[in-house]
């Protein structure tokens, strides 16, 4: 095994961490859609979304999850459309999704009503607002193939799937970006450690000691897309040693940007850290008001520096 939460040598994941059996298929899904847009001088995004999954036995009834609803993603998934991006959405099985994100928690059956005097179900508009227009975009969306979609729910899953999109992307050189959202464990129990079956509460207390995640930035900026536009986050609860933090990341893994916040008010604030800038996004309350979004100030900063980015490294 890999010496605890040091990067793997030569960008290899460990073997401790399974290998989806679908991840063949992700790798020549991914690198179509990137052949294909790449082709067309788009631009693509790879977007990481939602929290991981640590499981505790190997056949799982418990586990330990990191938090994150994945609105962060699938909002900036929208914004990056708007922007022209092709999108792969590498989010967490159940977290929320674009365009869909705007109804979630709504019963489906409240949404419908049955016609009087016939079978037919027609939507109540009222319960979905501004379903038509929400519809009609994702259709367009849908219908110009511009939208990957990829799962993952274990931190092993997200590990080898981040891994192939990563490689598969690189050809597309300095006009891929990585916008890596997720919120991914820091720990993990390794599989040769792994309890097979569940654990016994009879057994009393349970005491468990878990291994360092190797950081994945490193092999991604140095070994799988060296020449792509790199974006991590930085998240704390303690806002007096965030962009600290943020700074220490760009220092370490020499990516392009760190996007810094804090938990309780990640919705209306954020601060984009560079090497050479350091740019405040607020909400303001006609921001608010006119129910703008955090997720557009950061995209609309992003698309800007990703496109400075490529002048200068012609991929
Ligand atoms: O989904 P929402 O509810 O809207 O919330 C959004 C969010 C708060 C989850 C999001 O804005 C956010 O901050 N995501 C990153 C959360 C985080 O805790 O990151 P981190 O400090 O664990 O990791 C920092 C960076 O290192 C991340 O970009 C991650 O991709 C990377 N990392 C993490 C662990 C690891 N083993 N290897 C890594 O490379």
């Not at 979304?49 to 999850?65: A, I, M």
């Not at 994100?101 to 979905?128: A, E, F, P, W």
């Not at 016994?200 to 897309?225: F, H, Y």
């Amino acid at each position: 095994m890999a010496e605890s939460g040091v990067a793997p040598a030569g960008g290899e994941l460990d073997e401790e961490f399974a290998v989806p059996s679908h991840v063949d298929d992700v790798t020549e899904q991914i690198a179509a859609f990137a052949a294909g847009h790449g082709a067309g001088g788009r631009r693509v995004v790879l977007i990481t979304s939602g929290g991981t999954k640590v499981p505790l036995e190997s056949r799982t009834v418990r586990f330990l999850d990191n938090f994150s609803s994945g609105r962060r993603g699938a909002s900036s998934a929208e914004y990056f459309l708007d922007a022209g991006y092709a999108v792969v959405f590498l989010h967490r099985h159940r977290s929320l999704y674009p365009y869909a994100r705007m109804y979630s928690g709504i019963n489906l059956l409240d949404t419908l009503q049955i016609k009087r005097d016939c079978d037919q179900v027609v939507v109540n508009q009222q319960v979905l607002p501004n379903i038509a227009k929400v519809l009609q975009r994702y259709q367009q969306v849908k219908e110009d193939g511009l939208l990957l979609s990829i799962e993952f729910s274990t931190l092993s899953e997200y590990l080898h799937l981040l891994k192939a999109a990563a490689q598969a992307l690189s050809k597309l050189g300095s006009q891929a970006m990585f916008y890596l959202a997720a919120a991914v464990s820091d720990f993990y129990i390794p599989a040769s450690e792994m309890p097979e079956h569940k654990i016994q509460s009879s057994n009393g207390p349970l005491q468990i000691t878990m291994e360092m995640v190797p950081k994945i930035l490193s092999p991604l900026v140095k070994d799988w897309a060296p020449r792509a536009f790199v974006i991590s986050f930085k998240l704390e609860t303690d806002a007096s040693i965030l962009l600290d933090r943020a700074r220490n990341a760009l220092d370490t893994y020499s990516h392009q940007a760190v996007v810094a916040n804090v938990l309780d008010t990640r919705r209306g604030y954020v601060v984009v850290v560079t090497p050479e800038t350091q740019a405040e996004l607020i909400l303001t309350d006609e921001d608010v008001r006119k129910e703008v979004e955090i997720e557009e100030l950061i995209v609309s900063n992003l698309t800007a520096a990703h496109s400075q980015f490529m002048n200068k490294h012609q991929s």
